[in-house]
């Protein structure tokens, strides 16, 4: 049975599951100059690529329960750009992202999709900690990775890059549970 993937509405935003269809704004988005700027590969990918992102991620959902979104600002028909959780293998973390069309930079997009990503993955997965790669000079993005919360941990080489790791805990870890009558009251 295949997975159903939800959506959720942030307030300004709807984030739901991406579809075939979006490929074709995403190859719009990643010809913009200087969204693939600090990524490991800055080349605008081909359009089968998209693609094959786009099925990767059903593939995602499916074995994790999280996975990327499309991100679709109230009024538009075309997503903007993605955001959400991805296992990484390499270092057997679950990390938040995103990307964002130029066009809607600077309106605090990418901070209500990637706070609703963050609680979606905490409320309903035993995440004990989500991480965020950012690259050193992308001093945008490290601000949303700031205003969500998540705080700096180390820098490291993956991907043939330089970048910063942050890092969330979930809110329960570290609490001591009591239970009723039993905490001396
Ligand atoms: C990074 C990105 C997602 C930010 O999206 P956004 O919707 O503009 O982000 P927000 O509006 O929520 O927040 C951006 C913050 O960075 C700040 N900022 C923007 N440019 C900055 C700069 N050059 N230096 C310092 N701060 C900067 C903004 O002022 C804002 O902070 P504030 O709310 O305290 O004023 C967007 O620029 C993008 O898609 N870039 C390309 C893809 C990418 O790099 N993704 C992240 C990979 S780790």
């Known amino acids: 049975m295949k997975t159903e993937i939800p959506s959720i509405n942030t307030g300004r935003l709807t984030l739901r599951p991406l579809c075939a269809a979006d490929a074709q704004a995403l190859f719009h988005i990643y010809q913009q100059e200087g969204v693939l700027r600090y990524f490991p590969n800055t080349k605008p990918p081909a359009l089968e690529r998209i693609e094959g992102f786009i099925t990767s991620q059903q593939a995602h959902w499916e074995k994790f329960g999280y996975g990327n979104w499309g991100i679709l600002p109230d009024g538009r028909e075309n997503i903007a750009g993605w955001v959400g959780l991805q296992f990484l293998p390499e270092l057997d973390e679950t990390e938040v992202g995103f990307l964002l069309g130029k066009n809607l ?5 990418a901070t209500e999709a990637a706070r609703a990503s963050i609680q979606f993955g ?64």
């Open 105 to 109: 930079w600077g309106l605090g997009y």
């Open 122 to 185: 905490f409320e309903n997965f035993k995440l004990d900690h989500i991480i965020a790669l950012v690259h050193p000079d992308n001093l945008a993005s490290r601000r949303v990775i700031e205003k969500c919360g998540l705080s700096y941990i180390d820098r490291l080489h993956l991907w043939g890059i330089d970048l910063l790791r942050y890092s969330l805990v979930a809110a329960n870890k570290g609490r001591v549970l009591t239970a009723p009558g039993m905490d001396g009251r």
